[in-house]
């Protein structure tokens, strides 16, 4: 973690353009201790990423890669997570998505963190779940 990322500079969310999905994690979504799974965040990162590679490939989509995944700080149950995704490049078949998640703890301290990033690579698919060439933006 940067000292950038432990001061207490205020954390404003992004831009509500990019925003893809917003949830709350449940007692179930937790550990004993009321921490979040990572692999329920991971879960989540692939919607809100799917979310913009669908309306880029007007369709099908898969997860081909996970190029890179950073938890920056826990997720408790209770959290408002908001989930940004950003197309970053369109290959011939592929669509690279960058996803960045805040949270937003103690709904009356209004502390927001971000707390994961990732980048995630999906390819367009047919009706066959082949390959399939991502349309040229109109």
């Not at 432990?6 to 201790?33: E, F, G, I, K, Y």
């Not at 009321?34 to 898969?62: C, E, L, P, Y």
């Not at 998505?97 to 949270?103: G, I, K, M, P, T």
């Amino acid at each position: 973690m940067s000292a950038a990322e432990t001061s207490t500079t205020p954390v404003t969310l992004p831009d509500c353009q990019h925003l893809a999905l917003r949830v709350v994690p449940m007692p179930s979504d937790a550990n004993m201790h009321g921490d979040v799974f990572g692999g329920w965040i991971m879960a989540q990162v692939d919607i809100a990423g799917s979310i913009a590679a669908v309306k880029r490939a007007n369709g099908r989509v898969g997860t081909i890669a996970v190029n890179s995944f950073v938890f920056k700080h826990p997720v408790f149950i209770g959290d408002l997570l908001s989930f940004y995704a950003q197309i970053i490049k369109v290959g011939n078949t592929s669509i690279t998505v960058d996803v960045q998640v805040y949270a937003e703890r103690g709904r009356l301290s209004e502390e927001i963190v971000k707390v994961t990033e990732a980048t995630l690579t999906y390819v367009a698919t047919g009706p066959d779940r082949r390959p399939r060439k991502v349309p040229p933006l109109i």
